[in-house]
């Protein structure tokens, strides 16, 4: 199937300020591309790019004061398969995890280890490890978590959503990224499109979050949001946390006048 994705979003800043922007895909799905993104502000913009420490392609510019429109869109090929589901999958020994796995058992900004580490195996401790765990896990957050966009915060924390039983997509990832690095399990965070394929239709569309944990020798998409396997998911940043993948870093003020988001499938046969 083929999906077309993309965003239109406008900040506006008091003052010329440097920004760093985090909206492209992953370098793993660019052969998937019809064509390449594209990728233009409004006013126009020089600006270059480079990947951070994680892989995420990122661009710099310095937006003017006033109004400026970020826009990007794209068509990419998808195989149309539901998320995998392998219940065989197994843990590994913390000692036989590769040095790269071993920055996702941390604690992080936004996913306090040391404060959920003893709920976690209160919780989870008497659950089979391996896939059977991370399931338990994404089955407990997407119950605790009661989804509400109006209280949505920006610095709520693993902990808080823990303690206070609601928030967004992002709240559900870091309580299960928690949840799994306690349980000696690498988990990361993920940012990305995710359209309404197979599902019912949600309006106004946002990018979504959700998780990927490494067992038996490779990163499992899981989505203890949503909770059940979903079609066309791509991923634009791979991070510890929020904080490692926002999509608009602003070293000075701005604020949001218009935001969109788009991820929808296309007839290959449209001209």
Do not use: K
């Amino acid at each position: 199937m083929l999906i077309r994705y993309g965003y239109e979003i406008t900040i506006s800043c008091p003052r010329p300020t440097a920004l760093v922007c985090m909206m492209s895909v992953q370098a793993d799905r660019l052969q998937d591309l019809l064509a390449p993104e594209t990728a233009e502000t409004v006013p126009y913009i020089e600006a270059h790019t480079y990947h951070d420490v994680y892989g995420n392609l990122c661009r710099r510019l310095v937006a003017p004061a006033g109004d400026i429109t970020l826009r990007g869109n794209a068509t990419i090929r998808d195989s149309g398969a539901l998320d995998p589901v392998l219940p065989d999958t197994a843990e590994m020994p913390v000692a036989a995890l590769p040095d790269e796995a071993m920055l996702f058992l941390m604690g992080s900004r936004y996913c306090e280890t040391d404060r959920l580490s003893q709920t976690a195996w209160d919780l989870f401790g008497g659950t089979a490890p391996g896939w059977a765990r991370v399931q338990a896990i994404c089955d407990f957050v997407h119950r605790h978590i009661r989804f509400d966009y109006q209280r949505a915060r920006s610095t709520r924390s693993a902990f808080e959503a823990y303690e206070e039983g609601v928030g967004v997509c992002r709240d559900f990832a870091h309580l299960a990224v928690a949840f799994c690095r306690c349980m000696n399990i690498p988990a990361r965070y993920v940012n990305g499109h995710l359209g309404d394929i197979g599902v019912p239709v949600v309006d106004p569309m946002d990018f979504s979050a959700w998780i990927e944990v490494f067992l038996d020798g490779a990163w499992r998409t899981f989505d203890p949001r949503n909770n059940v396997p979903r079609i066309g998911r791509i991923v634009v940043a791979r991070g510890r946390d929020a904080a490692d993948v926002a999509m608009i870093t602003s070293f000075g003020p701005h604020s949001l006048q218009a935001f969109r988001v788009w991820a929808y499938e296309v007839d290959p046969t449209a001209p």
